[in-house]
């Protein structure tokens, strides 16, 4: 996952605490439209996603909104695994520090840019004003962009098992530590540097050693005094070698996580909810294999969309409305049918095939690490465990 740095002063409005209060303030009674299907006018968004995302937009999401909105053009500009982020974010943070439009009125990222921009204030704040369907997002989600962006899909790690040798799956990671112990061999995470459910693992692991406040301070600031309170959790983590896949064998990403599960050679294993919830549909997995939350949750990584400062007034009210229908109950639906993916609303808002889904999901999910400090998790991980 790359990203890019911000080395930009900018003016901040209001605080992400003030956002969180006013998005509290507001939750209660009927979310209205604001947005009349009169509105008129064209914007850009940059797209930093795989073929199925742009699929997504351009077949399903932007044809349903232009059948609500006939007068509102959308300029998709897609770029295939965001090979372009880096250099469109980097163009926007120009901009921004020059005060000026950056041709983009909307972006997401296949990778963390969106989230880091948002981190640097380069975005129009996000309100119940603007968008009022935004307070159906989980506040958690929400305050690691500290309310400058707003996902619209994303996918957490979850826990999968074989339900016809798994009668009583654990529920936190002390009993999922010890049902490793117990039973050497079946269980398999990936390794750290080959994808999150690995790496978001790991930090369930290493955060039951860290304060709260610590853990919170880690997901948004690279702090080294905190990190150094690791030791515990990596020494545990080291000493489960013997009992992880393969007397410590880590796959090197998350389809060969999968695939162990497929075989039956692992009985159970940290996996990205939309991976493993397509490779179920798909018949790739066991139809006994079980997707639950432990508490607290993992981690997970919600797909953010920004829309950058000073872009022009009338275009803010076009992306707002888009945003705002992106966000609804039908929309979000589309979403997790087209990429099994999980909404990025609350779950208990949702149609009741989606609820029936992932239900056993749960709607809560850890904060991850800021990128910086998952670089120094994976790099102590590679020294101290395997």
Known sequence: ?????IALSLGVGASASTLAQRHAATAKGVIKNPYPSSLRGSFAFYSGGDTNVASLWQNVLIPAFHN?????????????????DVTTLARVAIAVKDKIPSGFALLESATNAVEVAARGN????????NVPDSVNVPKST????????????GSKVVLAYNSATVSNPPKTIGQLISWIEANPGKFAYCNPSGGGSGAYFVEAVLNQYLSASAVNTLAFTQDTSLEAGWSTGMALL?????????????PTGNTQVLSLLESGAAQMATVWSDQSTAALRAGQLPSTTKLVDLTPAFAGSPVYLGVPRYTPKNQVRLVDAFLNFILSVPQQAKVVKVLAGFPAINVSVMTKSVKTAFSSLGESESLPYAAAVNSDMERVWQQDVP
Do not use: E, W
């Not at 996952?1 to 740095?5: D, E, I, K, L």
């Not at 609500?68 to 372009?84: C, E, T």
């Open 1 to 5: 996952m790359s990203c890019f740095s």
């Open 68 to 84: 609500s909105y006939p007068h509102i053009n959308i300029n998709y500009v897609l770029s295939v695994h965001g090979v372009n």
């Open 122 to 129: 380069l975005f129009i704040p996000v309100t119940l004003k």
């Open 142 to 153: 929400m305050q690691v962009v500290k309310y400058d962006a707003v996902p619209y899909r």
């Open 238 to 250: 080291h000493k489960l070698n013997t009992s992880v896949y393969g007397g410590g064998t880590y």
